[in-house]
T-cell receptor
């Protein structure tokens, strides 16, 4: 079956512009996560969605970052007024909470470059 | 204190040796523990998970968990050059997953 997909795969934007990143989780997965990974660094948790519960936004680095999810499907991560330090790979992962407990399946990521 | 800590490495071992990767975590309530492998330029992929104290073996990989010491490790036996990657430790608690910064492993032929 289809895995987690993300779009665009690459995004180059000018400082100050807004960007929107998209994640399509695996069908039926109720949990969805967004992470940021700077070059050579680990994964930085941004936000977590679980079903219809209020999202855990504790990892969002500033109010320029926001995310939405429609039901248990697509999620968008929006970065407003982008800064050069926002340059990173943004990874999305989904999880069913069944089988291997909380195993996350990652998408290919969106590489964001802010010039 | 970071929630999940790993030695960033690089850790270099010769082919055929045992590679030992370590991870400590701060939240005693953590429930499940994962090791992900990430090749350069690729997304992480799950290789092992453990949630009970002790050892869990899967092929050449053994995960070890000690909740009292808040410590989890990954042993890779008979290391191969194809094992060269960054290994991420992840800890699950209260519906979220926190990752360490990863340990970069190089297996030299």
């Amino acid at each position: 079956g289809a895995g987690v997909s993300q779009s665009p795969s690459n995004k180059v934007t000018e400082k100050g512009k807004d960007v929107e990143l998209r994640c399509d989780p695996i069908s039926g997965h109720t949990a969805l996560y967004w992470y940021r990974q700077r070059l050579g660094q680990g994964l930085e948790f941004l936000i977590y969605f679980q079903g219809n519960s209020a999202p855990d936004k504790s990892g969002l680095p500033s109010d320029r970052f926001s995310a939405e999810r429609t039901g248990e499907s697509v999620s968008t991560l929006t970065i407003q007024r982008t800064q050069q330090e926002d340059s990173a790979v943004y990874l999305c992962a989904s999880s069913s909470g069944q089988g291997v407990p909380y195993e996350q399946y990652f998408g290919p990521g969106t590489r964001l470059t802010v010039t | 204190q970071k929630e999940v800590e790993q030695n960033s490495g690089p850790l270099s071992v010769p082919e055929g040796a045992i590679a030992s990767l370590n991870c400590t975590y701060s939240d005693r309530g953590s429930q499940s523990f994962f090791w992900y492998r990430q090749y350069s330029g690729k997304s992480p992929e799950l290789i092992m998970f453990i949630y009970s104290n002790g050892d869990k073996e899967d092929g050449r990989f053994t995960a070890q968990l000690n909740k009292a010491s808040q410590y989890v490790s990954l042993l890779i036996r008979d290391s191969q050059p194809s094992d060269s990657a960054t290994y991420l430790c992840a800890v699950h608690n209260n519906n979220d997953m926190r990752f360490g910064a990863g340990t970069r492993l190089t297996v030299k032929p």
